[in-house]
């Protein structure tokens, strides 16, 4: 009797925890703990708790691979706007990237991680608009500095850096909203300067520099010079 007791009493448990989820508020809103399935089956596609249609807490997303739930990603919410903090994962729960969003763009800092190992692979800033806004640095897979970059509203500006795996510059750029504008310098991967000249407006501009062992080889000189038309009146 004891046994068919505490079956009875989980059965009544359950279906009142059952009967509790997927709710509604008076004004028809999601209110609760809410948990829904791919259509068609049982596989969960995700689960939260929603407080008059807000989300809140904690949610997790789902992927339906081989008629299982398995995790893809999770949003922490609060109640005061649209922001979360979110973590997408690949179907071993290896965490691919994470940051905020505001609703369905992203905003501030984001991380995304290497294939292999937990190491970064890539680290940029977005504004609050969802562009990239402000430092953005690409990662070899020990960790070391690839890229380094800076961007203003979406556009690239100012240097930008490439090394190698043993932190030696590669190259150097200047961007200005968008377009290779200014110094650009390329290096061996000694260290040593191999190319310089200048950009304007996108295009080599003035008198580039090739350099072989430390001396200097052969200069080219790309400044646009118009074609004179004589006149024929």
């Known amino acids: 009797m004891k046994h068919v007791f505490i079956c009875l009493l989980s ?64 949003k922490q919410f609060n109640k005061t706007d649209n922001k979360a903090y979110v973590t997408f994962l690949s179907s071993k729960g290896k965490v691919i990237s994470e940051g905020q969003m505001d609703g369905k763009i992203y905003i501030g800092a984001w991380k995304y991680y290497q294939n292999r190992n937990d190491n970064l692979l890539t680290l940029e800033h977005y504004n609050n ?3 990239l806004h402000g430092e953005r640095f690409v990662y070899y897979e020990n960790g070391q500095v ?5 961007y203003k509203n979406g556009k690239l500006d100012g240097v930008s850096v490439w090394y190698s795996e043993k ?8 961007y200005e909203n968008g377009e290779l504008h200014g110094p650009s310098k390329y290096y061996n991967p000694k260290g040593e300067l191999i190319i310089e ?37």
């Open 129 to 131: 608009e969802g562009v």
């Open 146 to 150: 690839a890229e380094k970059q800076f």
């Open 11 to 74: 059965f009544i448990t359950a279906l009142t925890w059952a009967q509790n989820i997927n709710q509604f508020d008076a004004n028809g809103k999601h209110h609760g703990i809410w948990k829904k399935t791919f259509d068609g089956t049982t596989v969960l596609r995700y689960e939260g708790e929603f407080f008059h249609g807000k989300e809140i807490g904690l949610f997790k997303f789902y992927k339906n691979i081989r008629k299982k739930p398995v995790l893809t990603a999770t």
């Open 197 to 233: 000249g200048h950009y304007k407006n996108g295009k080599k501009h003035g008198v580039w520099k090739y350099y072989e062992n430390g001396k200097l080889i052969d200069e080219k000189n790309f400044t646009y010079k118009p074609k004179y038309i004589k006149n024929k009146s």
């Open 167 to 174: 932190n030696t510059v590669l190259k150097e750029f200047v």
